[in-house]
């Protein structure tokens, strides 16, 4: 019998060529793992170097693989789209895919802490978080993304664009 399916939200950051390597990293998404919830998609300035902005979005998946097999997929995923490994921590990047939540999951597994800390500390990615799992509560400090995202508050400038993906509108900007 096969175990039960897991909600694991992924972080996706792109800030050279955004839009080709956030569709890539979709579609291949959409390939591994069927149906994928897809937040609008947010500009936000570079945090922690000077660089060009980010596009930022969050994409929820159901799957059967482990924690090292997702982060497995995902750095080839990575490698596969120009990411390099021997660049600086804060720096460009093509394609920037991260586990944010694995079910409930709490503590180190397979090398990836869970959940990610980013979800408290950046707005580009707890703001898309909240929009897709707004009743989702973060498996440690237990309150729901929405109210996270709501007492959130440091500054962190982020903003939706239009962005298109499979012939629909994942998110427009708002004037």
Known sequence: MMADQVSVYISIGSNIDRERYVRASLDAL????????????YESEAVG?????????VVGIKTH????????????????????RDA???????????????????GRMDGVELPRGEILRNAFVLRPL?????????????KRYFELWQAY?????????DFN???????????
Do not use: M
């Open 88 to 106: 600086p921590k804060f720096s460009a990047r093509t394609l920037d895919l991260d586990i944010l939540t694995y079910g409930e999951a709490v």
């Open 153 to 161: 508050n440091t500054g962190q400038k982020l903003w939706p664009v």
């Open 130 to 142: 909240a929009d897709i799992a707004p009743n989702v509560k973060h498996p440690v400090c237990r």
């Open 65 to 84: 693989l482990s924690v090292g097999e997702l982060s497995k997929h995902f750095k080839q995923l990575e490698a596969e789209n120009g990411r390099r």
């Open 49 to 57: 170097f000077d660089g060009s902005p980010f596009l930022n979005l």
């Open 30 to 41: 959409a390939g591994w793992f069927g149906e994928i919830e897809v937040s609008p998609v």
């Open 165 to 175: 993906w499979q012939g629909r509108a994942i998110s427009k900007a708002v004037c």
